[in-house]
């Protein structure tokens, strides 16, 4: 039997969309909870994003392929099927753009991919984790981690379907039929 609140959890997950850039937020405790799912997700979701010593990290919602990217990406060519940039431009918003990330930057507000990123943080730099092994760890396919070179169809197709895979993952843990790892 579904339970009220259970039925309401389902719909957000089922619903729960961005409509502007600084809405990304409200995909918070969903991206909390579907970080903790998975063990090998969550280690990888500890390591903080230092690029330096000195900043303090933060916990935020951000877009993975950079929102100003995103944008000179579709201003070169619209994905297949969509005739509106600005509808193209709303894909940056979509859940699956986006991660729950403990980091001392903020990767839309440049136009580097997010491997760009990732090269200066310590742990990479050192050589103690892999970029690739973080990013199958947080199903972050290869057209996201470097946008820059896959098609603009490239990059929505795995947008959609980290979009699939977070929101189905999130639909088990409402269900009972996932756990967290983190207890």
């Not at 877009?63 to 297949?80: D, E, I, Q």
């Not at 940056?92 to 997010?114: D, H, R, V, W, Y």
Request: hydrophobic content about 45%.
């Amino acid at each position: 039997m579904v339970t009220d609140l259970e039925s309401e959890a389902l719909a957000y997950v089922n619903t729960v969309s961005a409509s502007s850039r600084a809405q990304v937020s409200m995909y918070r405790t969903l991206l909390w909870v579907w970080h903790r799912l998975n063990a090998e997700r969550w280690e990888m979701s500890r390591v903080v994003l230092h690029t330096s010593k000195s900043a303090k990290p933060t916990l935020e919602v951000d877009h993975l392929v950079s929102y100003a990217l995103w944008s000179a990406k579709v201003k070169g060519g619209l994905p297949t099927g969509l005739a509106d940039p600005v509808d193209a431009e709303q894909l940056a918003n979509m859940l699956g753009n986006c991660s729950l990330l403990e980091k001392t930057f903020n990767i839309s507000k440049s136009s580097k991919p997010l491997s760009e990123f990732l090269a200066l943080v310590h742990e990479f730099k050192l050589d103690t984790l892999k970029i690739i092994d973080w990013a199958n760890a947080l199903s972050v396919d290869r057209a996201i981690l470097s946008p820059d070179k896959a098609t603009t169809d490239a990059v929505v197709s795995a947008i959609k379907a980290r979009d699939e895979l977070i929101r189905a993952e999130a639909i088990e843990f409402v269900k009972g039929t996932k756990a967290r790892v983190d207890v």
